[in-house]
C-alpha cells in the first residue's frame, strides 16, 4: 500500500509541476546529445575547414608532380609515358592514392633556337605535349598541329664537329598562345628554322650535339588561355607568354613553348634527344579527412625523402 500511495504522490506531483519536468527532461537530453555529438562536429567542422583552405590553394600546392628526364620510345611515346605515370601513382601510399582524382601529363622538349628570330635575337622554342587542356584553352586563329609524318633524324652526339650532321631537314606543326605568338613577333603561317640547342640543361646532362639539328616549324594556330589556373597547368605558365632566361637589356634570352600534336610525338622523339615528362596527380580536397592526417603526413614526409 505505502508503494501505491507514493507512486501516487508522485504522479500527482508531476501532473502539477509538468512544466518544470518537461524543461528537465528537455535539458538532460540537450545535454547527453551535446556531449556525444561535440566530437563528430567539431572533426566536420576541422574536415570542413582542412578541405576549404586545401581546395583555395595554389594547384602546386596542393597535387602532386613527379617528373623524369629520358629520352622516348619513338613508337608510342604518349602511352609510354602514360604508363609510367600509372606505375608510379600506384606506388604512392594508400593515404595518398585515396585522394588522387585526376592526372595530367607534358612531355616537353629541349629548347630549339630560332634562326633569325623576329625580335629577340637569341630565342628559344620548346615543343609540347599535354593533355587536360580542353577546358583551359580556346583556338582563335588557325586549326591545331597534326602530325606531319616527317620524322626527326637521329641526334648526333660527341664532340662538336664529330660526324656528318643528317640530311634532311622535318617540318613540324605547332600552335603558339597568342601571348607568346605576340611577344615572339611571330603570326598565324609562319615557318621558323630551328636548331636543337646543345646548352638545353636536359641535354648536358646526357650528351653534347656533335652536329647541328635543324628543323622547320609553321606557326598553324594561334589559341588563348581560358582557364590560367586550372589545375593542368599547375602553375606553370610556360605555354601562357614568354619567360626569360636573361634580362640583359642588350642580349635577352627569350624562352617559348608550343603544342604539338600527341600523334606528332613518335616523329619528335625518332631524333633520340631527351624529354621530360611530368606526371601531374590531382587531388580531390573533398576525400581529405582529418583522421587519416597524420598518416598522410607521415607518408608525404617519406616520399620527399
Same mark, same amino acid.
Given at each position: 500500500?505505502?508503494? *501505491?500511495?507514493?507512486?501516487?504522490?508522485?504522479?500527482?506531483? %508531476?501532473?502539477?509541476?509538468?512544466? !518544470? &519536468?518537461?524543461?528537465?527532461?528537455?535539458?538532460?537530453?540537450?545535454?547527453?546529445?551535446?556531449? &556525444?555529438?561535440?566530437?563528430?562536429?567539431?572533426?566536420? /567542422?576541422?574536415?570542413?575547414?582542412? #578541405?576549404?583552405?586545401?581546395?583555395?590553394?595554389?594547384?602546386?600546392?596542393?597535387? *602532386?608532380?613527379?617528373?623524369?628526364?629520358?629520352?622516348?620510345? +619513338?613508337?608510342?611515346?604518349? &602511352?609510354?609515358?602514360?604508363?609510367? $605515370?600509372?606505375?608510379?601513382?600506384?606506388?604512392?601510399?594508400?593515404?595518398?592514392?585515396?585522394? %588522387?582524382?585526376?592526372?595530367?601529363?607534358? %612531355?616537353?622538349?629541349?629548347?630549339?633556337?630560332?634562326?633569325?628570330?623576329?625580335?629577340?635575337?637569341?630565342?628559344?622554342?620548346?615543343?609540347?605535349?599535354?593533355?587536360?587542356?580542353?577546358?583551359?584553352?580556346?583556338?582563335?586563329?588557325?586549326?591545331?598541329?597534326?602530325?606531319?609524318?616527317?620524322?626527326?633524324?637521329?641526334?648526333?652526339?660527341?664532340?662538336?664537329?664529330?660526324?656528318?650532321?643528317?640530311?634532311?631537314?622535318?617540318?613540324?606543326?605547332?600552335?603558339?598562345?597568342? #601571348?607568346?605568338?605576340?611577344?615572339?613577333? !611571330?603570326?598565324?603561317?609562319?615557318?621558323?628554322? *630551328?636548331? &636543337?640547342?646543345?646548352?638545353? @640543361?636536359?641535354?648536358?646532362?646526357? #650528351?653534347?650535339?656533335?652536329?647541328?639539328?635543324?628543323?622547320?616549324?609553321?606557326?598553324?594556330? %594561334?589559341?588563348?588561355?581560358?582557364?590560367?589556373?586550372?589545375? $593542368?597547368?599547375?602553375?606553370?605558365?610556360?605555354?601562357?607568354?614568354?619567360?626569360?632566361?636573361?634580362?640583359?637589356?642588350?642580349?635577352?634570352?627569350?624562352? /617559348?613553348?608550343?603544342? !604539338?600534336?600527341?600523334? /606528332?610525338? @613518335?616523329?619528335?622523339? $625518332?631524333?633520340?634527344?631527351?624529354?621530360?615528362?611530368?606526371?601531374?596527380?590531382? *587531388?580531390?580536397?573533398?576525400?581529405?579527412?582529418?583522421?587519416?592526417? +597524420?598518416?598522410?603526413? /607521415?607518408?608525404?614526409?617519406?616520399?620527399?625523402?
Amino acid at each position: 500500500m505505502r508503494a *501505491v500511495w507514493a507512486s501516487a504522490f508522485l504522479l500527482r506531483r %508531476i501532473r502539477a509541476e509538468l512544466g !518544470v &519536468a518537461t524543461i528537465i527532461f528537455v535539458l538532460v537530453g540537450a545535454t547527453a546529445f551535446l556531449f &556525444a555529438a561535440a566530437p563528430r562536429l567539431f572533426n566536420a /567542422a576541422a574536415d570542413c575547414g582542412l #578541405r576549404s583552405e586545401l581546395a583555395g590553394g595554389q594547384a602546386r600546392d596542393r597535387n *602532386v608532380q613527379l617528373s623524369l628526364i629520358s629520352d622516348l620510345p +619513338d613508337r608510342d611515346p604518349v &602511352a609510354h609515358a602514360q604508363g609510367v $605515370a600509372d606505375q608510379l601513382l600506384e606506388a604512392f601510399p594508400a593515404s595518398l592514392r585515396s585522394l %588522387i582524382d585526376g592526372r595530367s601529363l607534358v %612531355i616537353t622538349s629541349i629548347r630549339f633556337a630560332i634562326e633569325d628570330a623576329p625580335r629577340y635575337s637569341t630565342s628559344y622554342l620548346s615543343f609540347r605535349y599535354q593533355d587536360g587542356l580542353t577546358d583551359a584553352i580556346q583556338l582563335v586563329e588557325g586549326r591545331m598541329p597534326e602530325s606531319t609524318g616527317e620524322a626527326f633524324p637521329p641526334a648526333v652526339f660527341g664532340f662538336p664537329g664529330q660526324g656528318e650532321p643528317p640530311d634532311t631537314v622535318p617540318h613540324l606543326e605547332v600552335a603558339l598562345s597568342d #601571348r607568346s605568338a605576340e611577344e615572339l613577333g !611571330v603570326k598565324l603561317g609562319d615557318v621558323l628554322t *630551328v636548331d &636543337a640547342s646543345s646548352q638545353d @640543361p636536359l641535354l648536358t646532362r646526357f #650528351r653534347a650535339l656533335a652536329q647541328p639539328l635543324r628543323a622547320t616549324v609553321e606557326v598553324v594556330g %594561334i589559341f588563348t588561355i581560358t582557364r590560367p589556373d586550372a589545375d $593542368a597547368f599547375f602553375n606553370d605558365t610556360s605555354l601562357h607568354f614568354l619567360s626569360f632566361a636573361s634580362l640583359n637589356p642588350d642580349n635577352p634570352i627569350a624562352l /617559348a613553348t608550343a603544342l !604539338v600534336a600527341p600523334t /606528332a610525338m @613518335p616523329e619528335l622523339v $625518332a631524333s633520340g634527344l631527351p624529354f621530360r615528362y611530368d606526371g601531374r596527380f590531382l *587531388v580531390n580536397p573533398q576525400r581529405l579527412d582529418t583522421s587519416g592526417l +597524420d598518416a598522410l603526413l /607521415a607518408d608525404l614526409e617519406r616520399m620527399n625523402a
